[in-house]
C-alpha cells in the first residue's frame, strides 16, 4: 500500500493545481446575445466609465470582459453584463 502513496499525492496535486483554471466568468446575463450591446457600443461605454489600454475585450460566457487599466492605472479585469453595460465583476490589482 505504501508504493501508491506517491501516486495519490500525484493526483491531488493535479487536481489542486486544476481547480483555478475551473472558475468560470460570472453569470451576467440570461438574454440572448442577439439582444446585446454590440463590440463597439460596449467599448464606447466602457471607455466613458474611464478604462484605458484595453489588452482583450472578449465574450466570456454570458459577459463581455476585459483586461485594461483604471483611470488610476492599476490593471483590472472586469466583467460586464453586455445588456445594460453594468459591471458585474471587477478585479483591481
Not at 7 to 17: D, F, I, Y
Not at 21 to 47: D, F, G
Request: proline share 6%; glycine share 4%.
Amino acid at each position: 500500500m505504501i508504493r501508491f502513496a506517491p501516486l495519490k499525492v500525484a493526483v491531488a496535486l493535479v487536481a489542486l493545481s486544476a481547480a483555478p483554471m475551473a472558475m468560470a466568468s460570472p453569470a451576467c446575463t440570461k438574454v440572448p446575445e442577439a439582444k446585446w450591446l454590440t463590440p463597439a457600443q460596449m467599448k464606447a461605454r466602457i471607455a466613458k466609465m474611464g478604462y484605458r489600454d484595453i489588452k482583450v475585450f472578449q465574450v466570456s460566457g454570458s459577459c463581455y470582459e476585459i483586461y485594461a487599466h483604471t483611470k488610476k492605472g492599476k490593471r483590472a479585469e472586469v466583467y460586464f453584463n453586455p445588456v445594460n453595460g453594468a459591471v458585474v465583476h471587477n478585479n483591481v490589482d
